[in-house]
């Protein structure tokens, strides 16, 4: 079990004094490993398609570094592929190559300067790659317009009529893919990123391996619960030879498919226990997004019961995701220890200053940058860069 997991009694615990340790709450520090996360309000990966070969760029590092200005305890960067075919889209950004490392270095280290912890999140898009990017349409995207036809699955199965048809992975395309994530997660260390993130949520890759919805092998990657987990676990197992020890590692789940004979909690309460003794320090608690028929029962902190399951019965950090929009929302799921973190995307992106709104809502403090101090409520302090535990 990686040395941040949740070990039970939790933060209220009794100590030999007779003393209660205080209410954990969204603006109380986070340790894991040699990282201390300076607050609970974590920013969501969220793609941008907005890069040029891989390449990050100025929108990148506005959209980013707004959000650690804005207060955040952790920004996470977008789904970055390990792959140049496990792409989204052609603008998705990128790390399968050491020349990605520069305009990503800007990014953590600015960020870091804001008080906040760089993270980023590594994928491989499977099945749902060479697609247009959302505002230019929907699907298969053609050669002439910059799709790939290398497009990988466990199986030959599109994810809809409107996907493109993928290849079902051979043994050695798997093994070069699991290596492909070891070296993006080296070169991430390198561009100065304190957390990293593994996607195996939302019908990518990871996930269809995991699910028997879009997993029909007959091998040792297909079948049995054992063995559609086994290119996830190799895919931390590698990463965790190139992620240096004091570093935070994540895995984002799909805690079920919504749809009958897919993937689902029992499943990923198993999965999450066994990530832990891998090395994997919190899990990231989303669902859905492998089956194109999913019937999700949208609502504010509807996937917040997973985070809690999983926290509880695998013994893991977790992070809740989903509709989570209120100061006061977020700040119970924390101090009900139903989820260590609390992750927003859409919400960040109507409000970048949430963490600090948040904070004012809820009468706690987050450091403000000197140069907008003179809009900061009374007796705010300034911030200080991050910088990570020996």
């Not at 960020?111 to 060479?130: E, F, P, T, Y």
């Not at 695998?314 to 989820?339: F, H, P, Y």
């Amino acid at each position: 079990m990686g040395t941040g997991s949740w070990k039970g009694p939790g933060p209220k615990a009794r100590h030999a004094t007779g003393m209660i340790d205080p209410m954990p709450h969204l603006f109380s520090p986070l340790t894991i490993r040699g990282a201390t996360i300076p607050n609970r309000v974590f920013v969501s990966p969220m793609c941008q398609y907005s890069s040029h070969d891989g390449f990050a760029t100025d929108w990148h590092f506005v959209h980013l570094g707004t959000f650690a200005v804005g207060g955040a305890g952790l920004v996470i960067a977008e789904a970055t592929a390990v792959q140049p075919n496990g792409r989204i889209s052609p603008q998705d950004l990128g790390i399968w190559q050491d020349g990605h490392v520069d305009a990503l270095a800007r990014i953590a280290q600015f960020v870091h300067g804001q008080g906040s912890v760089a993270g980023i999140q590594l994928a491989h898009a499977g099945r749902k790659a060479s697609c247009h990017r959302p505002w230019e349409g929907q699907g298969i995207l053609p050669q002439d317009q910059g799709g790939w036809l290398d497009v990988v699955a466990p199986s030959a199965i599109p994810f809809s009529d409107t996907y493109p048809q993928p290849h079902a992975l051979t043994s050695g395309g798997i093994a070069a893919i699991v290596a492909a994530f070891a070296d993006a997660a080296a070169r991430a260390w390198d561009a100065g990123f304190r957390v990293l993130e593994v996607h195996g949520a939302h019908g990518y890759l990871l996930h269809e391996f995991l699910s028997p919805i879009s997993n029909l092998r007959e091998d040792k990657y297909g079948g049995s619960f054992e063995n559609r987990c086994r290119m996830t676990l190799e895919v931390v197992r590698a990463i965790r030879t190139r992620w240096p020890e004091r570093a935070p590692l994540f895995v984002r789940l799909s805690a079920t498919d919504w749809v009958e004979g897919g993937w689902d909690i029992e499943e990923c309460v198993d999965l999450a226990r066994r990530l832990a003794a891998e090395g994997v320090d919190l899990v990231d608690c989303s669902s859905g997004g492998n089956a194109s028929h999913q019937r999700i029962p949208a609502a504010p902190g509807y996937q917040v019961p997973f985070a809690s399951r999983i926290r509880r019965d695998a013994g893991v950090l977790t992070g809740a995701v989903g509709m989570i929009t209120e100061a006061n929302q977020a700040d119970r799921i924390i101090a009900a220890e139903d989820a260590d973190a609390v992750l927003l995307a859409r919400e960040m992106l109507r409000d970048p200053r949430w963490a600090q709104h948040a904070a004012q809502a809820l009468g706690h403090e987050v450091p403000w940058p000197a140069q907008y101090l003179r809009a900061a409520p009374a007796r705010v302090p300034t911030r200080r860069s991050w910088t990570m535990d020996a």
